[in-house]
């Protein structure tokens, strides 16, 4: 129940325990041991003691201050007076440092208890400075660039007071119909979980309370990324094993690197909706993973509650989220009937407290209570020179040989006229793509087009240009003059592929080729005869079965940010060399999905069959195919050409027989696995050599290949290095038959290639 003490005692108490706990300093530590020190504890502790039932129902809520941004808007005004009333605990969509300093001060010197305000944003893929898309960050396969760009975005946020961002998003996505796949990092749990836990390190820093930090959120918690048919917010149904080997490990790593939060989901798992799942919520992340953080909601979760059909109405749904352990209800405002919940005995009042501890753990960590305030003239949040080196994001799907026998990429230096055709060719929006803040700005952004003529003016060259057709249209009034330039030139460029709109939140396709009519436009400039390379812009893998022959080249940009046009320009004329790699597998055609390489093998494979044609017998139909398709995909995981070639050495082995039971004890062994890779070409490039195994015999099935190790590799010609990787319990173990993770006797093959589809191979033995 709520304190019953008269006012002017709690007052005065109040002010003694802000003068005795604001002396006390914080050490600096690390995030994760930030949420688990003492001094901060003994802090939150004498807070909640002081705190009333209304006081502590106002720290788990928050509200909107922009309007919507991912569901019906509110909008309001009057955030300084609810504040100083202690109404809600946090703030997100405010972006104006004197209008948070104004908050914040009626928070902090007008409460009763000066709590201050935690004020979050979604900070997904940079502020001010917009990096590529996640899904184009993680094709870059480099752990430490996220983990820079992720805390140069935390440097720009945080100048302007913002503390909390709602990212990562470390969904595992195998549908590139659902939009949201733009967000994360593809398909695979072991590169999920180094990215996760990257962008974690990069937003938190070394220290959590450091001015330049800001709290991380890991979301959507969880499953959200195996929605049914690759439809957003979609029912979700699959067994504990596959949640727990391909969907949690993410999660988890961005727990051990110490996020401060975690995000709830929309979607239903195994029937019982996320934002109300105890199993994942408490038994998983707080008495497995011993999480200290918090868990928020996300928009509007709770309410929808009701539409799920576990509730029926605020109150039920409240309280099924409250006791479930989501700790803070995002804007839809229900966690206003905690207070007569509470008072009810229908919700515990040390739930509550528990509750209120973890999110005041945060803001004590922060270092919230210590400096309150941002500077109104920001710290920093311009635009530098070393945020722009982000080639590593693109992936060179395709490269023949031109006219004269050269791959068409890089561009010649015979070429004298370029043609530069198509919709996203000089549209500055669309580089930003999905989820780019308020703060971001088309005006910052250089296109392909504005690069483009900077370049061919420097080289003497002539360069002709033609929209084409728009993104979406079917009007071909613009082809003739599309087709004439394509005529005049040696070499065509043309920007293809989606809005930059068209992937994120609530964007689900059930067609993946080129929208409105630019396959039409390319079939059409092809006819021209002269080489046609195609820059890809998209948010999810897009099927280019049919539209690939009429490419010289294809090199997938994602949506590559403010600085999209000289990454571009710099790639196409051999600068710098694309060194992406793909971390979703393409399509040959939408039936494929929902598509991914760490598929289960079946009791009949279509391995050996030819499959280019329908099934003529028996003998060829009764496998595991499709009658009017190849079961690859277009291009696998782990795929990405360079502008030189690599070759490996046979796989070595440390051992050929290593014991599970040696590999399960705490001080287990480990098997040492290498090759050597060479640069063959004539011209430096770097690998990203990758490391799959496969395990057989097993109590339960395991995967045709799972990706365990990766490491990029930067060769001049000629050049050759000898990689190694550990394989140990970590990558060894599973969930077996009796839902236990370790190393069961097996039968491995190894490899050591440049994608899930290619590389020598070796085997060993796991015995008893």
């Not at 201050?116 to 979604?122: A, H």
């Not at 400039?525 to 890809?536: H, M, S």
Request: hydrophobic share 40%.
């Amino acid at each position: 129940m709520s304190h019953s003490k008269p006012a002017r005692f709690l007052d005065l108490a109040a002010l003694f325990f802000w003068v005795v706990l604001s002396s006390i300093r914080v050490c600096a530590q690390s995030p994760g041991q930030a949420l688990r020190d003492a001094g901060v504890e003994a802090r939150v502790e004498a807070l909640v003691k002081q705190m009333t039932l209304e006081e502590k129902v106002g720290q788990v809520i928050q509200r909107d201050a922009g309007g919507s941004l991912t569901g019906p808007g509110r909008g309001g005004s009057g955030w300084d007076s609810m504040a100083a009333r202690g109404e809600f605990g946090s703030l997100f969509n405010l972006t104006n440092p004197p209008w948070i300093n104004a908050v914040q001060r009626a928070a902090v010197e007008r409460s009763r208890l000066r709590i201050p305000v935690l004020f979050g944003l979604d900070v997904i893929h940079g502020f001010r400075t917009t990096f590529p898309v996640p899904l184009g960050m993680a094709a870059t396969w480099d752990p430490s660039l996220v983990e820079r760009a992720a805390h140069v975005a935390a440097e720009e946020a945080s100048a302007t007071g913002i503390r909390w961002t709602f990212s990562p998003m470390v969904d595992i996505a195998r549908d590139a119909r659902w939009g949201r796949i733009v967000e994360g990092a593809g398909e695979d749990p072991y590169l999920g979980a180094a990215m996760a836990r990257a962008y974690v390190l990069g937003y938190e820093g070394a220290r959590l309370d450091a001015s330049d930090s800001i709290a991380a959120c890991a979301k959507h918690y969880v499953g959200y990324g195996a929605a049914e048919g690759g439809r957003d917010y979609n029912t979700v149904d699959m067994s504990e094993r596959t949640l727990r080997q391909v969907y949690l490990p993410p999660f988890k790593a961005a727990v051990d690197a110490g996020a401060a939060t975690l995000m709830s989901a929309f979607n239903s798992l195994n029937e019982v909706p996320t934002s109300a799942n105890a199993f994942t919520l408490t038994r998983v992340l707080r008495d497995e993973w011993k999480f200290r953080g918090f868990v928020v909601s996300d928009y509007d979760a709770i309410n929808e509650l009701i539409q799920h059909g576990i509730a029926n109405d605020a109150r039920t749904a409240a309280r099924k989220a409250f006791l479930a352990g989501v700790d803070m209800d995002m804007e839809d405002g229900l966690y206003g009937n905690l207070v007569e919940l509470v008072r009810s005995g229908a919700v515990p009042e040390a739930t509550m407290d528990e509750a209120v501890r973890r999110i005041l753990r945060v803001k004590y960590a922060l270092g919230l209570f210590d400096r309150p305030y941002v500077q109104e003239a920001p710290r920093s949040a311009g635009i530098k020179a070393e945020h722009r080196e982000l080639e590593e994001s693109f992936v060179l799907l395709k490269n023949d040989p031109a006219r004269n026998g050269a791959p068409a990429l890089p561009i010649s230096e015979g070429a004298r006229t370029i043609a530069l055709v198509g919709p996203l060719a000089d549209s500055a929006r669309d580089m930003l793509g999905s989820w780019s803040t308020s703060a971001s700005r088309p005006e910052d952004v250089v296109t392909l087009r504005a690069a483009l003529t900077a370049r061919c003016r420097e080289r003497h060259l002539n360069l002709l240009y033609a929209p084409g057709t728009t993104v979406s249209g079917q009007s071909e009034s613009g082809f003739r003059e599309a087709v004439n330039v394509a005529r005049q030139a040696d070499v065509v460029l043309m920007a293809l592929g989606e809005e930059g709109t068209m992937s994120g939140e609530a964007n689900s396709r059930t067609r993946l080729d080129l929208p409105g009519n630019q396959e039409q436009l390319l079939t059409a400039v092809a006819g021209a005869g002269k080489p046609v390379v195609v820059v890809l812009f998209s948010g999810r893998p897009l099927a280019l079965t049919s539209t690939l022959p009429h490419m010289s080249a294809l090199l997938e940009v994602w949506f590559p940010g403010i600085e999209a046009g000289p990454a571009i320009v710099r790639t196409l004329f051999g600068d710098a060399a694309p060194s992406g790699r793909l971390t979703v597998s393409f399509p040959r055609t939408v039936g494929q999905e929902p598509l991914y390489y760490n598929a289960l093998n079946t009791g009949r494979p279509a391995e050996g069959l030819d499959l280019t044609h329908p099934p003529r017998n028996a003998a060829e139909r009764y496998h595991s195919r499709y009658i009017d398709e190849l079961n690859a995909p277009l291009f696998p995981f782990g795929y990405g050409l360079s502008y030189t070639r690599f070759a490996y050495s046979p796989v070595t082995l440390s051992a050929t027989r290593v014991s599970a039971r040696t590999l399960n004890s705490q001080n287990g062994a480990s098997l040492r696995v290498s090759a050597e890779v060479k640069n063959t070409g004539n011209r430096a490039g770097e690998e990203v050599v990758q490391l799959y195994i496969r395990e057989r015999g097993t109590s339960v099935a395991r995967p045709v290949r799972e990706l365990k190790g990766f490491k990029r590799v930067a060769l001049g010609p000629g050049e050759s290095r000898r990689v190694e990787f550990t394989l140990g319990r970590d990558e060894l173990a599973f969930w077996n038959i009796d839902m236990q993770n370790a190393v069961e006797p097996a039968a491995v093959t190894v490899w050591i290639g440049p994608s899930s589809a290619e590389g020598p191979q070796a085997q060993f033995e796991i015995t008893e």
